[in-house]
């Protein structure tokens, strides 16, 4: 492939370190920093921190060869080209993006500059976070000809990260100078070429060889806005499509239907139109209050986002109504809960809606099991096993003897379950579904009380004529 360049990713976590299995993948060296030791030391054992697919077979690919793990950001600066930034930027309690590791990660670089190099925001940043990497760089003595400040944002997503870095929609640089874009273009030459696409062991995806990522070239301005619009507008998506989900529960028709008939326009797009518990993870809440805290700052009332916080606060609410319809009360009852991360396919727990409702449910007195393919282990650190609260090794365990089972994510295991089973596993067979994985008439058919969003028959009422009809419990006589 294209001349391999020597980078630095600080920050090894979901981001960072698939940024670098994934350049080493397409030919670089990589040196990956993170001041959490035991993580850096778990990564050189050949241990994998994050749940992601392909990421193993990437690292152990390339361990030892094209990646290797350090906490020692100083000498990583020295050895690489361009360094780029990877680190969290959570959200601070006024809701802006808190940029403290930045520019802690800015100024330790700024103070090993002794050649040339390219520092990389990947982290998802404010607009003049370039300006201010750049001041900080410079209030350490390095002169302006030393160094680039250029912004390359991520638009990965938990869970099928590693295809969506290889086989990326586009590939924004936002450069300053014509030194620093070459040297960022030259990066990506394998994807870019299509080179990639037909080595061996290549990973698939959608591009190929004729069909491969677009680069587009912009201002550090205009790549940091984009990061940002884009993840607003996708949150903007999913509130949307709730609040349709509810007028649809009221009127009686099915949101399913009415997003199929939403996306089929080529203006609009089927994704991000599927409607559910609200959206959460360790992106959307806080990109969406840091991009309203943005336009605040330059002037601009971006009222719009703040309402779509609220409907996504308000969605989580809702679907807790929903429990409490189908259950009445809720001291001891056992509930059952398929799905912890904030959506299927990862281990996040970040801002989770499922951890949300489990918690709630745990203040009203609820007894829960929670099973989750790969949560379990960060899920308990923040909801130990308890009295109340469960973890299962699969589905049916978590369900046993359950008043109902709550669906909360989408891993594609809870979509495929057997519902045979799962009817005389449960308690009552009462299955309120946040994510709308079966089709409600199946599952009636199947003897369940089946909750799910927008879609007719999705919340019991006390209409003596809507109310479902409740099976006896498992085990009680059935006359
Ligand atoms: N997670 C995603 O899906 C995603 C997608 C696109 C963009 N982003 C953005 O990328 C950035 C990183 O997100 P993430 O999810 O990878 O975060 P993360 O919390 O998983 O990883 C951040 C890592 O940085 C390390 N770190 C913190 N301070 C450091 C320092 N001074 N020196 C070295 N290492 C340090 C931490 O130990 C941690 O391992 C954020 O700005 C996020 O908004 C995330």
Redesign the pocket.
């Given at each position: 492939m294209s001349q391999p360049i020597s980078i630095a990713i600080?920050?090894?976590?979901?981001?960072?370190l698939v940024a670098a299995a994934c350049f080493a993948e397409i030919g670089h060296h990589v040196i990956c920093?993170?001041?959490?030791e035991a993580?850096v030391q778990t990564l050189r054992e050949g241990g994998i921190p994050i749940h992601e697919d392909y990421l193993p077979e990437l690292l152990n690919r390339h361990r030892g060869k094209l990646v290797e793990f350090t906490a020692d950001?100083r000498a990583a600066t020295k050895a690489a080209q361009a360094i780029f930034i990877?680190?969290?930027?959570p959200q601070s309690r006024a809701g802006s993006a808190d940029l403290s590791?930045v520019d802690?990660?800015a100024s330790e670089i700024a103070r090993s500059i002794d050649s040339y190099k390219i520092i990389v925001e990947?982290?998802?940043?404010p607009v003049y976070t370039n300006e201010w990497i750049r001041r900080v760089v410079e209030r350490n003595g390095v002169p302006r000809d030393l160094f680039d400040v250029a912004s390359n944002p991520?638009?990965?997503?938990?869970g099928t990260a590693v295809v969506d870095f290889l086989h990326a929609d586009r590939i924004v640089i936002g450069a300053a100078t014509e030194r620093s874009a070459e040297l960022l273009k030259r990066l990506y030459l394998p994807l870019t070429s299509g080179e990639y696409y037909r080595t061996a062991n290549a990973v698939p995806g959608p591009r190929a060889q004729a069909d491969p990522p677009p680069i587009l070239l912009t201002s550090t301005k205009a790549a940091e806005i984009i990061k940002h619009a884009s993840n607003a507008l996708l949150a903007t998506k999913i509130s949307f499509i709730n609040v349709v989900a509810n007028i649809c529960e009221a009127a009686g028709a099915d949101v399913e239907e009415v997003a199929r008939g939403i996306g089929m326009d080529s203006r609009i797009g089927p994704k991000f139109l599927r409607a559910g518990v609200g959206y959460g993870g360790?992106?959307f809440p806080k990109?969406v209050a840091a991009f309203r805290h943005v336009a605040e700052q330059v002037g601009v009332d971006f009222g719009l986002l703040r309402e779509v916080e609220k409907i996504n606060e308000e969605q989580k609410l809702r679907f807790f109504q929903k429990i409490r319809s189908a259950l009445w009360t809720f001291r001891g009852k056992r509930i059952g809960v398929l799905g912890l991360a904030f959506k299927g396919g990862t281990d996040d727990i970040r801002e989770s809606p499922a951890l949300d409702i489990v918690q709630r449910l745990l203040n009203e007195g609820c007894v829960i099991s929670a099973y989750d393919p790969a949560a379990e282990e960060r899920s308990r650190e923040v909801i130990p096993v308890g009295p109340q609260m469960q973890y299962a090794k699969d589905p049916y365990e978590a369900a046993q003897d359950a008043d109902a089972l709550l669906i909360l994510n989408d891993w594609q295991e809870f979509a495929e379950l057997d519902l045979a089973r799962l009817r005389y596993t449960l308690r009552y067979p009462i299955v309120i579904d946040g994510r709308n994985l079966y089709d409600p008439t199946g599952m009636t058919e199947n003897g369940f009380i089946y909750l799910s969003v927008g879609r007719p028959g999705s919340s019991q009422t006390l209409d003596p004529v809507a109310t479902h009809y409740l099976p006896p419990p498992r085990g009680r006589a059935k006359a």
């Open positions: 600080v920050g090894s976590g979901y981001v960072g920093v993170d001041n959490d993580k950001l990877a680190v969290g930027t590791y802690a990660v990947k982290s998802t940043v991520e638009f990965l997503r938990e360790s992106c990109d």
